[in-house]
């Protein structure tokens, strides 16, 4: 097989490959590019955008979009952190922030659904929804645990402090990248192995052709946006176990990297192609052309532009394979 024959049965060769070129480029060009806790940041903040871009990918994949994930995101913080300040045990303010998230990315589901509006609209439209019940719910203001950190905290994300205290300074190595990894291949099972997986594939390969095969598309379209939403929760959830605080602007814009991620990572954005591994691939590009820039001074404008031209060429690039299939 012909390496552009390659490439457009395994589109996230594509994204390893631009990983790999961006990566070596940062070695050569960017100070302390290598060491353990630059390293641990790209993977540690890459994670906590991965655990969403999961959902963002699976949903892609089925032919639509939620850009209401870092809006999602923020909810879920809140919802968290203000339960636990009234005395709610953290393990219920936990699965009740998730309850809230999961049922946020269903009323996306339920809009797209039975109304037929695009989920590019829809979700625009939630997005500020959202963003206005985190503003409501918080006061427009922080909201911090003033409690002493509960076990949960470090089971869903604390320091990996044996493996931070081999570099000097100590690295950033939190469990929330051990909790990515098995999500990513949860999730990559699930979508391979699984008839849910193949009919997330074949909705949005032809959505048409999958109901009349049988295929219950609503369904699916719902659960789809429903795990989106679940898991842009947890990531909320995550990120607070962390850093134990949160604003009213946490989150905001997370949703574009979340697409440019899986969009890099080889989803085609009219969905039925990609693969979980390219889109946590693409967003680990994102977090660690974000670090390298950083390491060189530039402005973060300049990782924008970068960003942008990268999303660009890997539209392209997804495009032609597809059309040489």
């Not at 809009?111 to 979700?123: H, K, L």
């Not at 967003?283 to 660690?288: E, F, N, P, R």
């Not at 402005?299 to 970068?306: G, S």
Request: with cysteine.
């Amino acid at each position: 097989m012909s390496l552009r024959g390659r490439l457009a049965v395994f589109p996230e060769l594509v994204a390893l490959i631009g990983f790999m070129a961006v990566f070596l480029f940062f070695t050569a060009f960017a100070p302390n590019f290598t060491n353990l806790d630059s390293i641990s940041n790209i993977l540690t903040f890459g994670s906590n955008l991965g655990i969403i871009v999961i959902g963002v990918a699976v949903l892609m994949i089925s032919g639509e979009f939620d850009l209401s994930v870092g809006s999602t995101f923020a909810v879920a913080s809140y919802v968290f952190a203000l339960s636990m300040n009234a005395g709610v045990p953290p393990v219920l303010a936990m699965l009740l922030a998730l309850l809230v998230s999961t049922i946020l990315g269903y009323i996306n589901g339920a809009i797209v659904v039975w109304s037929g509006i695009p989920s590019f609209i829809a979700t625009l439209g939630t997005m500020l929804a959202y963003r206005g019940i985190a503003r409501g719910i918080g006061g427009s203001d922080f909201a911090k645990y003033t409690g002493t950190p509960p076990l949960l905290f470090d089971i869903l994300n604390g320091p990996l402090t044996w493996l931070n205290e081999l570099s000097h300074p100590a690295g950033n190595f939190r469990l929330s990248i051990v909790w990515f990894i098995l999500l990513a291949v949860l999730m990559a099972f699930i979508l391979t192995r699984t008839r849910w997986g193949n009919w997330i594939y074949a909705v949005g390969g032809n959505e048409g052709a999958a109901l009349a095969q049988g295929v219950p598309v609503r369904r699916v379209k719902l659960s789809a946006f429903a795990l989106t939403g679940f898991l842009a929760g947890l990531a909320g959830v995550m990120q607070f176990a962390m850093r134990t605080s949160i604003d009213p602007i946490r989150g905001e814009g997370w949703e574009l990297l979340c697409v440019a991620g899986a969009v890099i990572g080889g989803v085609q954005m009219t969905g039925g192609l990609g693969t979980i591994l390219g889109a946590c691939l693409g967003i680990l590009l994102l977090q660690m052309l974000d670090q390298g820039l950083l390491l060189m001074g530039m402005a973060v404008q300049i990782f924008r532009a970068v960003a942008g031209l990268i999303l660009m060429l890997s539209v392209v690039i997804t495009s032609s394979l597809s059309r040489h299939e």
